[in-house]
């Protein structure tokens, strides 16, 4: 995988089954974001293969990109809006309906507010929030694409311990209903049911050049 003209590493396999959350671990600039950067389609992929369910995708193809949801170290929202009026914004984009989001879509969202602890600042302005509910409010972004896979970037970032649980609880519960997700983090986030791949020491990593999802 390459950056700037640089090559990270090289080599890299891992099978990411259903149900299955995979833990990126690894010293700043180790290439935990650019590895996540590049499963989302936003940076090429300059050799080896993605598949997905057994069948060879580019991380561009739109079939793929329906699979996904991404969270990068921005939470990508507008902050001239509110949260509410991002999340809205956010659910029309992922279910490409040009109206109204139904009514049920609608409680659900105000429920993962209320979990989330955002229901009174869900009417700010997304640029009056602090960063621990900015960040809450793209993990709920992710939470209610109803995608399969989840590729999340320090998605601890900035969050408080009532919100590192959550997010613990929230990647079991999406895994135990047959969900995937990669986690890039350098802090202490504690996720027992998901084993680790640390791209600072690379030689744990199986030899291979190929990613399969799914
Ligand atoms: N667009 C770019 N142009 C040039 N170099 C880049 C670019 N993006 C990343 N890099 C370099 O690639 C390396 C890996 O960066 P990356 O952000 O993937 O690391 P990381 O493991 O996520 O780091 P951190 O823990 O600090 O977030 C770094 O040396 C970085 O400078």
């Known amino acids: 995988m390459h950056a700037g003209g640089r090559v990270l590493f090289r080599g890299l396999h891992f099978d990411l089954p259903s149900g299955s959350v995979l833990t990126l671990r690894g010293s700043n600039g180790s290439g935990k974001s650019t590895l996540l950067r590049t ?13 997905w369910c057994g069948q060879s995708m580019s991380p561009a193809s739109a079939d793929y990109q329906r699979q996904l949801a991404y969270l990068g170290h921005q939470p990508g929202m507008n902050d001239a809006l509110t949260g509410l009026e991002n999340l809205r914004f956010a659910l029309t984009l992922t279910h490409s309906h040009p109206t109204a989001i139904s009514a049920q879509a609608e409680d659900r969202m105000r429920e993962v507010l209320r979990q989330l602890d ?33 590729l999340l970037d320090e998605p601890d970032n900035a969050l408080d311990e009532q919100g590192l649980h959550w997010l613990a609880q929230t990647l079991g519960n999406h895994a135990a209903a047959g969900g995937m997700a990669v986690v890039a983090t350098h802090r202490g986030l504690q996720l027992p049911f998901s ?19 799914c």
């Open 195 to 213: 084993p680790a791949l640390d791209l600072s020491s690379f030689a744990q990593v199986r030899a291979g050049k190929d990613v399969a999802l």
């Open 39 to 51: 499963l989302a389609g936003l940076l090429p992929l300059r050799a080896g293969e993605l598949r």
């Open 118 to 150: 955002l229901s009174r600042a869900a009417g700010l302005a997304f640029g009056r929030l602090s960063q621990g509910q900015r960040r809450r409010f793209g993990l709920a972004r992710v939470l209610l694409s109803g995608k399969p896979l989840w």
